[in-house]
């Protein structure tokens, strides 16, 4: 499954984005997919993931702040992020996950992401 991240920018704090992650090809929908970011200097982290039966999963962080979800029809997951603060800034990348053992773990490959940057 290729995946393509979109809908970064920059906003003021408090304010709201919608990142898409758009895949090709028909086994979209029977996989699991997450959002992960990466902050300058630091290691790339899963915030969100979303099993192909709708289970989601947040890191504490962006509990209650972000949503993820998926249109099978449009072969697309998003996320929508709001009350975004500066420490949100970051490059966020989507990918194909598996669940084992109770953890999440990617299994594709990673594409370019989008950027993010929270800044008044």
């Known amino acids: 499954v290729q995946l393509v991240e979109s809908g970064g920018g920059l906003v003021q704090p408090g304010e709201s984005l919608r990142l898409s992650c758009t895949a090709s090809?028909?086994?979209?929908?029977?996989?699991?997919i997450g959002w992960y970011r990466q902050p300058p200097g630091k290691q790339r982290d899963l915030v969100a993931a979303i099993s192909r039966g709708g289970t989601t999963n947040y890191e504490d962080s962006v509990k209650g702040r972000f949503t993820i979800s998926r249109d099978n029809a449009k072969n697309t997951v998003y996320l929508q992020m709001n009350s975004l603060k500066p420490e949100d800034t970051a490059v966020y990348y989507c990918?194909?996950?598996?669940?084992?053992?109770?953890?999440?773990?990617?299994?594709?490959?990673w594409g370019q992401g989008t950027q993010v940057t929270v800044s008044s």
């Open positions: 990918n194909a996950v598996l669940y084992l053992g109770g953890q999440i773990f990617e299994s594709g490959s």
């Open positions: 090809g028909s086994i979209f929908s029977f996989r699991g």
